[in-house]
């Protein structure tokens, strides 16, 4: 019973997603849904996760939506991934689910609200909206602010002063990782601040790679594809 992941590796919580499977050794089947063609749209979609957004994921009769939620499932499904990902431990659980609450209200919306309104409109058919653009530098810098000042511990690497990381860890990062498709000048004007921020980031890398490098070329060959 092979694990379906539909996915465009576009979407942030996509890459989450498969750079956990991978890591992990999860066998999984991974389904394109273009987006920029709004495959995520058609009524075939929609018997899939009825929201018609990405990620979703199929196993055997199970359909599931939401990343958060599909994350949750896979570390607590399949075996082999180590504890550290999702502990069992019920206070080291539950303040990751505070973080990934506060990530879809708070740091989810900076990076999305820059990229769809900025480099990513022409591809969705969308105008250029400098003005959104601006609130979303606005909510994504507050949002590092508190991650650098609460969610980073001064001596450890990963969020909620861990060792190691966790899936709030690689969410949150490849939430991040999306404000690469605007530049490196803006990337650096947006997270030159924030240093416990930018170790972080490499610190979730390493813990992944090569996985997480494979999985973020998307980045770079979209931007190569837009300023051609």
């Known amino acids: 019973m092979k694990l379906k992941v539909y996915a465009d590796r576009l979407s942030q919580p996509v890459r989450a997603v498969i750079i956990f499977c991978e890591v992990n050794g999860i066998d999984y089947e991974e389904i394109k849904v273009d987006l920029a063609n709004r495959e995520h749209l058609t ?3 929609a018997e899939i ?15 599931l939506f939401e990343s958060h939620a599909i994350l949750i499932y896979i570390a607590s499904s399949f075996p082999g991934v180590a504890d550290h990902w999702y502990p069992a431990d019920v206070y080291k659980r539950s303040k990751i689910h505070s973080v990934l609450d506060w990530h879809h209200s ?3 919306r900076g990076p999305i609200t820059i990229v769809q309104n900025s480099i990513l409109a022409p591809v969705f058919r969308s105008p250029l909206n400098p003005e959104a653009v601006a609130e979303g530098e606005k909510i994504l810098s507050a949002a590092l602010s508190k991650t650098e ?16 990381p966790s899936i709030a860890d690689l969410i949150l990062v490849c939430d991040i990782m999306q404000i690469k498709l605007v530049g490196e000048t803006d990337w650096n004007r947006l997270l030159g601040p924030y240093k416990k921020v930018q170790q972080w980031i490499e610190s979730t890398r390493n813990a992944t790679n090569p996985h997480f490098d494979e999985l973020h070329k998307v980045l770079k060959e979209l931007k190569e594809k837009l300023q051609n």
């Open 43 to 45: 009524p075939e979609f």
């Open 49 to 63: 996760n009825p929201m018609q957004q990405l990620p979703a994921i199929v196993h055997g009769s199970f359909k």
């Open 106 to 108: 708070n740091l989810r």
């Open 149 to 164: 000042s609460f969610w980073l511990d001064d001596n450890r690497p990963f969020l909620l002063g861990q060792n190691q």
